[in-house]
């Protein structure tokens, strides 16, 4: 079975430019989830979907966003970055509904905003 | 909000001598994740721990659930080069988890 898929791995943009991140989680995976990881900050929740719902959200600005479609992949978009969004930016993946166990994460996708 | 704090940051061993990490929340948790980051990876999930009291082990390494479920520990005897990393606790919490800020075992040269 494939494992979770992130592209692209790194990417390089400049301050004010806008990011679109994709990930396609586990077949059979319905729940996607992104978390940012920065030195300094470690790992922080952005948004969970489920079934192309957004279930939670965590505690960053509205210029980070996302979306699921009905394949279960899921996109994440940044709008206006600024130098503190250079992250690792990673998605996971489990099968949804009330499950809680393992999370399943991608490889990471690194930006670098200059 | 729900926190999870995590310590210590680093922990510095020769290989072979043991390292342990541990987590610890103000309230009680439903159940407590573990996971290894090596150097520029991803996390991995380690296992879960659900029950009160709970001990689980996988070869070299422990990891125990506290009685009242508020705090827990990863135990690793005789750390190898294949241990280096960063260990993160995390509580599942509304469809998230909430990390603890990991601890690095660093090996000693």
């Known amino acids: 079975k494939a494992g979770v898929t992130q592209t692209p791995r790194y990417l390089i943009k400049t301050r004010g430019q806008q990011v679109t991140l994709s990930c396609s989680p586990i077949s059979g995976h319905r729940s996607v989830s992104w978390y940012q990881q920065t030195p300094g900050q470690g790992l922080q929740f952005l948004f969970e979907?489920?079934?192309?719902?957004?279930?939670n959200k965590g505690n960053f600005p509205g210029r980070f966003s996302g979306r699921q479609f009905s394949n279960s992949r899921s996109e994440m978009n940044v709008s206006t970055l600024e130098l503190g969004d250079s992250a690792l930016y990673l998605c996971?993946?489990?099968?949804?509904?009330?499950?809680?166990?393992?999370?399943?994460f991608g490889e990471g996708s690194r930006l670098t905003v200059l | 909000g729900q926190q999870v704090m995590q310590i210590p940051q680093y922990q510095h061993v020769q290989e072979g001598e043991d390292f342990t990490t541990y987590c610890n929340s103000s309230?009680?948790?439903?159940?407590i994740q573990w996971y290894k980051q090596r150097p520029g990876g991803h996390p991995v999930f380690l296992i879960q721990?659900?029950?009160s009291g709970e001990v689980k082990k996988q070869k070299r390494l422990t990891f125990q659930f506290g009685e009242a479920k508020k705090n827990s520990s990863l135990h690793i005897t005789a750390t190898q080069t294949t241990d280096v990393g960063t260990y993160f606790c995390?509580?599942?919490?509304?469809?998230?988890?909430?990390w603890g800020a990991g601890t690095k075992l660093i090996i000693k040269p």
């Open positions: 996971a993946s489990r099968p949804g509904g009330g499950y809680t166990g393992e999370l399943f």
């Open positions: 979907y489920f079934s192309e719902t957004q279930r």
């Open positions: 721990l659900v029950k």
């Open positions: 309230t009680t948790l439903s159940n």
């Open positions: 995390a509580m599942d919490s509304n469809y998230q988890l909430i």
